[in-house]
């Protein structure tokens, strides 16, 4: 969804997408998305990011300062779309520095909020972490595997994982 817009977007206003990047899972510290957008930058082979949201640029305060002074120094303009925030303006610039302030305070009271409850759950004895599934049909695996059934077939047939079955297999 995120994607289609931000095509329509860069289709409006004229632009021409040279590099569509879409980064599923990340950290705060490792950005490697992120990088190749900068890394064009420095080259110049882009002249405009343009990003869903703020915070899906910048997982900090500090960090998103950095960055998008870089991109400043670089002649690469800076449009976020749902806040309709254009980092061209001075008045844009001010913006995108409140809404980053906001956005790693929500991001820290979120974190407190989680090591607060898994805290509660070890006070309280309760277990943490994924379920145990597969495990408990060790047995069921090896009986199965004993009888030549493949490891495809036994995940299947148990509804785990082929890779928990493979892992149960290895250990035993």
């Not at 569509?20 to 992120?34: C, H, I, N, Y």
């Not at 990088?35 to 305060?61: C, F, H, K, Q, Y």
Request: charged letters at 35%; a positive charge.
């Amino acid at each position: 969804m995120q994607l289609r817009q931000l095509r329509e977007h860069a289709k409006r206003r004229g632009w021409r997408v040279v590099l569509a990047l879409q980064e599923v899972q990340s950290g705060a510290k490792q950005r490697p998305v992120r990088e190749e957008v900068m890394a064009a930058a420095r080259r110049r082979d882009i002249d405009i990011v343009l990003v869903w949201r703020l915070d899906r640029w910048g997982r900090s305060l500090a960090d998103l300062v950095i960055t998008l002074k870089e991109l400043q120094e670089l002649g690469v303009a800076f449009v976020s779309l749902t806040e309709a925030l254009d980092l061209t303006t001075p008045t844009g610039r001010a913006m995108a520095g409140m809404v980053a302030v906001f956005a790693e305070f929500e991001r820290e009271i979120r974190s407190e909020r989680v090591r607060a409850g898994i805290e509660q759950a070890r006070r309280e004895g309760r277990p943490l972490g994924r379920p145990r599934s597969a495990s408990l049909k060790a047995k069921d695996v090896l009986r199965l595997f004993a009888r030549n059934v493949s490891k495809s077939e036994i995940a299947r047939r148990l509804g785990i994982g082929r890779t928990s079955v493979r892992r149960i297999l290895e250990t035993t």
